[in-house]
């Protein structure tokens, strides 16, 4: 069992930064592969970012490439997600989860944990 907690959403204008955490419980946090989606109303989850155990490569969707960098520290059971040049259509709530198959590490399916989302609003 996996548990995962974000944090570091919050309200930014268009071309700031965020930074997101997402803490994750138990001892073999590094046999996941770990991901960032994020969901905007009326819209499906989608996919933004992945990193295997090992630390690479790394994945990314278009959108946010050059922008988003995922990174993950083991000594403290940790994903990061470093936002920058934030976007009006980047604004959604962000998932982190957990997984165990790199295959699917864009699909939702792919992934067996899921923290509870944290905001993020960027305002034009």
């Known amino acids: 069992q996996v548990q995962l907690v974000e944090s570091g959403g919050g309200f930014v204008q268009a071309g700031g930064s965020l930074r997101l955490s997402c803490a994750a419980s138990g001892r073999t946090f590094s046999s996941y592969i770990m991901g960032w989606f994020r969901q905007a109303p009326g819209k499906e989850r989608e996919f933004v970012a992945a990193?295997?155990?090992?630390?690479?490569?790394?994945y990314y969707t278009n959108s946010v490439k050059g922008r988003f960098t995922i990174s993950r520290d083991s000594a403290k059971n940790t994903v990061y997600l470093q936002m920058n040049s934030l976007k009006p259509e980047d604004t959604a709530v962000y998932y982190c989860a957990a997984g165990r198959t790199i295959v699917l590490r864009t699909s939702p399916s792919g992934y067996n944990y899921w923290g509870q989302g944290t905001q993020v609003t960027v305002s034009s």
């Open positions: 990193i295997p155990g090992s630390g690479e490569p790394l």
